[in-house]
């Protein structure tokens, strides 16, 4: 999620930002000095987790190191993103207000929906101050069903272009905003049925004027892509092999063309987005698919971890089915991960297992393990994705505790650094600032002689 599901993402070739080398193979976002200084969608400006000028804090506490804590109505487990001094949050808020009759759960769910309704805001806060700025209500509904007791109603994280910003409620609709909260335009795209009725939580991603938003479920699985400015629909395209995922789609540049890659349990897939058309597609991941698609180089890796563990490396310039053939890069099948994404950083690839505090790194090119089941001291269980800067790489557990390690082939703890409130949004991370999201606050740590 955007996501985290269960708490339930002018380009540049042959550029080296703090050990990032993307030679062929550019991520879909244009790298201006405003965009790689920004946090502007889930997993940050490049979409891997790092972010390529940050030089956060290493140590704080709830006394040390904060420059504010701002109060959030609701409730929410997004990733926040930041553009410029704007940041961004969403949030379900529990009204009061309860409805004649009750929402009917479907056969398979082991949720209840609601009875009452809910609001479903956008808030813009200052980043300076942590004063809310703007609060916009897009809806309020009553959910037709229920979501995992580790998920809410506000999991997907927004992204903004710099001129507008995207915000999907799922089943609640998507909508587009300008940066000062004036309503552009809303889509309704129906209801999903999630497995077990454990919520939803794939962000939606833009990329110049398109918009694409996957929407896998129980029912009649689809992706489609929009106009970013106006919200119509470009095309639609079924994915009648799936069942319900949580992982944000992924936009590389690669030879020419663009390519959405899109994570699930049937196969992963690499879609034209200029027409839909399916490219590329692999099978070997597990049920429930949660992280995110990376570019590496000129491939992308593709994981999974639930009742399984599956990682693959496919390369770009592929064509038609993969699954089982020798032109997959490399695989790997041990201790990957469940809810949070991995993080490319450089030449490394690091992520934990399953949901546990069990980390390993792999060179990428190879998918040999450089650190392999190295426990991460200090944590308990972890829903949210790493984020990696200035050579560190931090660890959110859901206790409130981030352990903060430094980037490369050799384990080193830097820091291990609690907060007494738990933490299932993951990092985000601009200049100075490191930004976490608890289930009622946001947190901007900056060290005290720059506040």
Sequence with gaps: MSVNHLSIGSCFA?????????????????FSAAQVHNWHQWRGPSANGVAPFGDPPIQWDQQRNIRWKASLPGEG???????????????????????QRQPQAHATAKTEP?????RFVVLCLDRNTGQIRWQQTACEQVPHEGHHTTNTYAGASPTTDGQRLYVSFGSRGIYCYDLTG????????????????????????????????????????????????TGQ???????????????????????????????????????????????WQCGGQTVNVIPCPVALSDFVV????????????????????????????????????????PLAYGDLLYFTRSNSAVMSCLDIHTGQPVIEGQRLSGLDNVYASPAGAAGRIYFAGRDGTTLVIKHGTEFEVLAVNKLDDPIDASPAIVGDQLFLRSRKYLYCIQNSENQ
């Excluded at 042959?14 to 244009?30: C, E, K, Y």
């Excluded at 609601?114 to 809910?118: F, G, I, L, S």
């Design 14 to 30: 042959h550029v080296v930002v703090f050990g990032l080398l993307l030679p062929q193979t550019v991520l879909a976002v244009d």
């Design 77 to 99: 487990v997004s990733t926040p993103i930041i553009w410029q001094d704007q940041v961004f949050v969403l949030s379900a808020i529990k009204t009061d207000r309860v409805a």
């Design 114 to 118: 609601p009875r009452n309704y809910y």
């Design 182 to 229: 004036q309503l552009q335009w809303k889509r309704d795209l129906g209801d999903m049925r999630t497995r077990y009725g454990w919520g939803e939580g794939a962000s939606p991603v833009v990329h110049n004027d398109w918009l694409i938003v996957n929407w896998d479920h129980e029912d009649d699985s689809f992706i489609t892509a929009m106009n970013a400015g």
């Design 233 to 279: 629909v470009r095309w639609r395209v079924d994915r009648p092999d799936e069942a319900s995922s949580w992982a944000t789609p992924l936009v590389v540049q690669h030879a020419g063309r663009t390519q959405v890659i899109v994570n699930g349990t049937g196969r992963a897939r690499g879609y034209d987005l200029e027409t839909g058309q399916v490219i």
């Design 302 to 341: 593709c994981m999974s971890g639930y009742r399984g563990q599956a990682a693959y490396a496919i390369p770009l310039n592929a064509r038609g089915d993969l699954t089982d053939s020798d032109r997959i890069r490399w695989s790997y099948h041990r201790g990957t991960p469940y809810v949070p994404s």
